[in-house]
């Protein structure tokens, strides 16, 4: 997403060097300005293969991309979730789907309620999932906001709500489903990141933005959310052995025109509106998730990083080719740092990974 203007902030001298965020902010203007012609090569709708035998969850499917994601993946024949806050949506939306395929055989798609300003609510939804005793391939972690100009706004838990919904969540959600991956084996889990991660660090002292050191603003709170995304996905996917067999992949989809700049000034929103020569529509920005999420070769990419000298995870671009994530999020350490507060803050012990993949029960202390 690339909604903001590049103003110069303070955000260079605090965590990013002047090169790095002038290099990430060229990335964003030439991603809007160049997505297109970029991947002209790429079909729409991404053709998938059969999918039969497949158990998905797509997190925020109601809208935009993950409505896009859900429904191909459903009508290429996978068993779909629908992991949303609005239930009366999804259902909706079903039943349109249902209505348009009276000669193609029903979708085999259901709805479960996901609120991920709640902590409670991700516990109760692994809970429930878990204890279908399904296998479980591929999770897709799609729901995401960017309160575009927004004061800054926290969770019932206490967390900044881009920090919570973007990253501590699903975080939270991906371990705690791992018990079901494990049964899904070989299976992904899928993590709708940003190119707007290059203008972003995380600052491991105050993950929740309360210190005041930085001025809080939307931009800010959303591109460290998805630097966090990432780094917490390189050191899950170092924690996970070659033998569980679940990758981790974290995609950008582009800059795309959905719901997310419903809180953008009335005025913008129709610029934004206006651009759609530019911008691509939901089923274009859906290609890198459908892509990480099928092709054969993902797990090659991510048994990368099992060599300890590669120390970030595989990550794929709006154009389904695999990109070097920024500088910042190459930093090992920051990554070790942010892992172990992610789980801090979401209630976590450090062995969780060992003890779930052993079969061991663990608690959440939230
Ligand atoms: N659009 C872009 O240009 C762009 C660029 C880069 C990355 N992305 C990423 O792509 C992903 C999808 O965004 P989008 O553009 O498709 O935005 P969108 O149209 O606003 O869709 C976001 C989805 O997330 C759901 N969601 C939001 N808060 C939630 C919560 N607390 N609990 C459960 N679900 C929640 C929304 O549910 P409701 O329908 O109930 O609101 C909606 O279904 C996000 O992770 C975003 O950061 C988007």
């Known amino acids: 997403m690339a909604s903001s203007?590049?103003?110069?902030?303070?955000?260079?001298?605090?965590?990013?060097?002047?090169?790095?965020?002038f290099r990430g902010w060229f990335h964003l203007i030439h991603e809007v300005l160049f997505q297109r012609i970029t991947a002209r090569n790429l079909q729409n709708p991404l053709p998938l293969p059969p999918l039969n035998g497949v158990t998905c969850i797509v997190t925020g499917s109601t809208n935009g991309i993950g409505l896009e994601i859900a429904r191909?993946?459903?009508?290429?024949?996978a068993c779909v979730t629908m992991a949303v806050r609005n239930l009366t949506a999804a259902h909706e939306l079903i039943q349109n789907w249902q209505n348009h395929r009276s000669n193609t055989g029903r979708l085999n798609?259901?709805?479960?309620?996901?609120?991920?300003?709640?902590l409670e609510s991700v516990v109760r939804f692994s809970e429930a999932w878990n204890s279908l005793s399904k296998p479980l391939h591929l999770l897709i972690n799609n729901a995401g906001i960017f309160s575009i100009g927004e004061p800054q706004r926290f969770s019932k838990d206490g967390y900044e709500t881009h920090m919570q919904v973007n990253h501590l969540a699903s975080a939270l959600l991906s371990i705690l489903l791992l018990p079901s991956l494990k049964r899904g084996?070989?299976?992904?889990?899928?993590?709708?990141?940003?190119?707007?991660?290059l203008i972003g660090f995380v600052d491991t002292n105050d993950m929740n933005f309360i210190s005041g050191k930085r001025k809080f603003t939307s931009s800010k709170a959303y591109s460290?959310?998805?630097?966090?995304?990432l780094m917490f996905s390189s050191i899950l996917q170092k924690r996970l052995p070659v033998e569980a067999g679940i990758s981790?992949?974290?995609?950008?989809?582009?800059?795309?025109?959905?719901?997310?700049?419903?809180?953008?000034?009335?005025?913008?929103?129709?610029a934004y509106h206006l651009i759609p020569l530019f911008l691509f529509n939901a089923q274009e920005g859906s290609r890198s998730a459908l892509y990480a999420a099928t092709d054969p070769d993902i797990p090659k990419y991510c048994g990368?990083?099992?060599?300890?000298?590669?120390?970030?995870c595989a990550y794929f671009s709006y154009h389904c080719r695999p990109m070097s994530p920024s500088k910042e999020a190459?930093?090992?350490?920051?990554?070790?740092?942010?892992?172990?507060?992610?789980?801090?803050?979401?209630?976590?012990?450090?062995?969780?990974v060992e003890k779930l993949l052993e079969g061991k029960e663990i608690q959440c202390r939230l």
């Open 248 to 270: 981790v992949v974290c995609v950008a989809p582009g800059s795309v025109r959905t719901n997310v700049a419903r809180d953008l000034p009335r005025i913008v929103q129709v």
């Open 185 to 197: 084996a070989p299976c992904r889990i899928i993590n709708v990141n940003s190119t707007m991660h």
């Open 109 to 118: 798609i259901d709805v479960m309620e996901l609120n991920l300003l709640s």
């Open 330 to 352: 190459h930093n090992i350490s920051t990554s070790q740092i942010v892992w172990e507060k992610t789980l801090n803050m979401i209630g976590l012990p450090s062995d969780v």
């Open 72 to 77: 191909q993946l459903a009508e290429s024949g």
């Open 304 to 312: 990368k990083l099992k060599a300890d000298e590669w120390p970030v």
């Open 224 to 229: 460290s959310s998805k630097v966090a995304q």
């Open 5 to 21: 203007s590049p103003t110069l902030s303070s955000e260079q001298d605090k965590g990013l060097g002047w090169m790095e965020w």
